[in-house]
């Protein structure tokens, strides 16, 4: 077995370093979870700042040694890991020896590097926090500091995975300062600087009140690590504006901004391959389970969609970078015409495929990207660009237009996944179990998708759905498909005209339409409706109360922007339920970000 010497005699496995690289270059520990374990063993097995520093940088001893050990301790090893759910990241902890139970907080620094690294939106990526205690070889209270973004399998964020995971960017080894005195902050970088280290980003994190600095370590460090952090308790300012301007991000600002002016682009790239019907050329067949990889040359593609085959292979190296879809490089290497096959991520973009979005790509980069043009007209007025710029509500503008009015269906329709665990929240459960036939009321519930799922799944109950006459038969003949029409009542009206005498209502994406009267307005109709024993479910997403990178956030803007309504935090929601007589009992996570939130009539007397 490969050793590490380290200079007090001990020997340490080289699997303890969280990269290991093949002649090749190419990345050892591919799995997270052997990666969580050869920090945790890092941890474990080393002994102190005085060990550890001159690995990192080499040359450092005597009395300077002594003195940069003397201020700070090794307090934890860090790693950036990409689990697909948070059951999962548990799991992983429990496999490690770990607390599954460790708290977490948000990122800002290392989501905020990321976005730099790969030209996205920070706010996009919901970077945690965790640090579950690893004691050292002395007992000494130590932590293994988990950087966690969730990569849902079919996640736009997998290639972003696999290149952190093969780079490693954020592996460091952390120390942290005894006494956060500013002077002795600044004295600690010019002794750092003075041994090859270099400024490598860092930021104040709110949530912890707490200062970090990153360096780069020399190429001739003796660790597996290349990163070292200090982390000094409170907010140190101007040691922190002074590092981060010897910091290559401080070079990238105009290059951050590039990417996200360029996300417009993104927009249209992607609607551009949907409608021009790329991702169903590329592929024979979306749900192919046999292993067996479609590729397709340019010249093959552009001739099969009478498209132009230069300006299709600039196409598609754009959506490459996105990972939508890749290149084949064994083609590449033999010289052969430039090929691609679709990412899973691709293949949503398919119009046959399930759980399609391509809907939602051709909504987007249509009417609601004309909208956004517009935007600083609601900001500048507080009304609808949308009503401003086409001259009526979105509601009026797509029910007058029947092929526009049907997209507007399919792209809600397209986050159906979101209503996948709805049909067994235990309000849903309890009315089919009960002893008479229960009635689910669908107010406003669009074209039946969600309604049908419920009646899908529960035989027993039955449907009533109410929606303005265009939507109603859309959503009869939707229900019918399902098998499920023969079972639901279908009525035309407004929520004025919410019926009586159902067991359960629900409101799916509905009042983050509106403002707050009018969803007080709508929430009093269903309260009138609903008797005694009923329930009202809410499906919406959620602004986090705490700041921290949500959907719900952007969602936020976008309703704003095009309705003139707005999502809301639980509070907000539990405000506006108490203002119609009743009252927020839960709230249970749905995908994409949503939630369903439980209430019914407050208690009178």
């Not at 979870?33 to 941890?43: E, P």
């Not at 009646?455 to 859309?474: D, K, M, N």
Request: hydrophobic share 40%.
């Amino acid at each position: 077995m490969t050793t590490t010497t380290l200079p007090d005699g001990s020997r340490v496995p080289a699997a303890a370093r969280p990269l290991a690289t093949g002649p090749t270059g190419e990345t050892m520990l591919h799995d997270d979870a052997a990666r969580l374990r050869a920090a945790v063993a890092f941890v474990r097995e080393h002994r102190s700042a005085a060990t550890l520093l001159p690995l990192l940088l080499p040359g450092l001893h005597g009395t300077e040694l002594e003195s940069l050990a003397a201020h700070c301790r090794f307090a934890h090893a860090g790693l950036l890991l990409f689990p697909s759910d948070a059951p999962q990241l548990r799991d992983t902890f429990a496999d490690c020896g770990l607390a599954a139970d460790t708290p977490s907080h948000p990122s800002v620094v290392v989501r905020e590097r990321l976005a730099r690294r790969h030209g996205r939106d920070a706010a996009a990526l919901d970077v945690r926090i965790l640090r579950p205690h690893v004691p050292g070889p002395a007992g000494e209270a130590r932590t293994v500091e988990v950087f966690a973004l969730t990569v849902p399998d079919g996640s736009d964020l997998v290639p972003l995975a696999a290149y952190e995971r093969a780079h490693d960017h954020e592996a460091h080894l952390a120390f942290a300062l005894e006494r956060p005195d500013a002077l002795v902050l600044r004295g600690l970088c010019a002794l750092l600087a003075r041994y090859g280290a270099r400024p490598d980003g860092g930021g104040y994190n709110a949530h912890e009140d707490g200062t970090v600095l990153y360096f780069t370590t020399p190429a001739d460090a003796a660790c597996g690590y290349r990163r070292l952090e200090l982390y000094a308790p409170g907010e140190h300012r101007d040691v922190l504006d002074t590092h981060l301007a010897g910091s290559p991000a401080a070079h990238g600002h105009a290059e951050t901004l590039l990417h996200l002016l360029t996300g417009a682009w993104t927009t249209q790239a992607l609607a551009a391959f949907a409608r021009l019907r790329l991702p169903e050329a590329m592929e024979a067949d979306p749900s192919n389970t046999s292993g067996t990889i479609d590729t397709t040359s340019t010249v093959e593609l552009a001739r099969r969609t009478g498209t132009h085959p230069e300006s299709l292979g600039t196409l598609l190296r754009y959506l490459a970078m996105l990972g939508v879809v890749t290149p084949d490089g064994e083609q590449r290497a033999h010289a052969g015409p430039e090929g691609f096959r679709l990412t899973p991520v691709g293949r949503l973009l398919r119009a046959d495929a399930p759980g399609s979005m391509r809907p939602l790509a051709l909504m987007y980069a249509g009417p609601f990207y004309r909208s956004f043009a517009a935007l600083d007209h609601t900001v500048r007025t507080g009304e609808p660009a949308f009503d401003h710029l086409f001259g009526e509500n979105h509601f009026d503008h797509f029910a007058a237009d029947p092929a526009l009015a049907d997209l507007f269906d399919r792209s809600m329709a397209a986050s159906t996944r979101m209503f996948e665990p709805l049909p067994g929240h235990p309000v849903i459960t309890a009315a089919a179990r009960s002893a008479r036939p229960a009635t689910v009321v669908d107010v406003a519930g669009g074209n039946g998708e969600l309604l049908g799922r419920v009646l899908a799944a529960h035989p027993t109950l039955r449907g009533t759905l109410l929606e303005r006459p265009h939507a109603v038969e859309a959503a009869r003949r939707s229900l019918d498909a399902m098998g499920c029409a023969a079972r639901c009542d279908f009525r035309s009206g407004d929520f004025a005209d919410v019926p009586a005498g159902g067991d359960v209502y629900v409101l799916s994406r509905v009042l983050h339409d509106w403002d707050d009267d009018r969803c007080r307005e709508i929430l009093r109709h269903c309260a009138r409706a609903m008797p005694a024993h009923a329930d009202l479910l809410i499906v919406e997403r959620l602004l986090p109360a705490d700041g921290s990178p949500s959907l719900a956030t952007a969602w936020d803007l976008h309703m704003k922007c095009n309705v003139g309504g707005r999502e809301r935090t639980a509070g907000h929601y539990a405000a506006l339920l108490a203002d119609a007589g009743l009252e927020l009992l839960d709230r249970t996570p749905l995908p994409l970000d949503a939630h369903v939130l439980h209430a019914r009539k407050a208690p009178t007397g």
